[in-house]
């Protein structure tokens, strides 16, 4: 290509470029937003992507297959428009932390939804939750028998399938951190099993510790729970799920075994709160 091609190909990128930036910087507010957004939603569709070639390769590295580890795209504090373009990418797994949040989006979004709630859940909120989201897949994160009570009282009178949950398991020690105690674990697990017939006890959950040094250590516990667990309760430990790693270790985590991640920012992006949520 000699110099003469060379120019003209640069003034051709050059305007390209332009006339993107003109179309996401348009003058009309609401141009400009569609505009930005549809940017954001490919970015989001493409970290998808990613994350889930991530999963593959760390599945194999523990001598499992991909389809073995179940991926929630948590999209808390993200707007509807950016979820359904991850759905229409092929995604049907998705979680959010507050109830009303919850309850707001599913309507919006297609039935086929499987949708995870992953927050702190107060006792007040469980029949909004239920009854807002008919096509809610599972509670990931019961705690202590008062709540495993009210999901079996409010499943069993709307007339709704088992609902499948997560035992949340605090690995970390944190006071400010939900979840049983790890040798509390045993006996919210058969509690559920055996007092709680609309719900369907399906795993274990945790959160490890902000800044990771101590993962490998909740994980670990978390894994411990899950033997003891099974050998009690006389079932094998490939029907009881982990539902351990984030944005920031879920490579580690399906290494050790996680059968669940939730993955929220590496995905969506960072989030944003522009005010204080409450469940």
Known sequence: MNNLEKSVEEEKRKNEEEDLSSAVQATDPSDSGMAAASATDGV????????????QHAAERSGRRSDQVRLVAVSKTKPVSLVKQVYDAGHRSFGENYVQELVDKAPQLPDDIEWHFIGNLQSNKVKPLLTGVPNLAMVETVDDEKIANQLNRVAGNIGRKPLKVFIQVNTSGE????????????????????????????????????????????????ARCRSEVCKAVEISEDQCELSMGMSGDFELAVEMGS?????????FGAREYPKKQTN
């Open 44 to 55: 989001a569709a493409t970290a998808l992507r990613s994350v889930l070639h991530r999963i």
């Open 175 to 222: 006071e400010t951190k939900s979840g049983v105690e790890p040798e509390g674990c045993l006996e919210l697990v058969k509690h559920v099993t055996s007092n709680c017939p609309n719900l369907e006890f399906c795993g274990l959950m945790t959160i490890g510790m902000p800044d990771y040094t101590s993962t490998p250590d909740n994980f670990k516990t978390l």
């Open 259 to 267: 059968t669940n991640v939730r993955v929220g920012s590496t995905i």
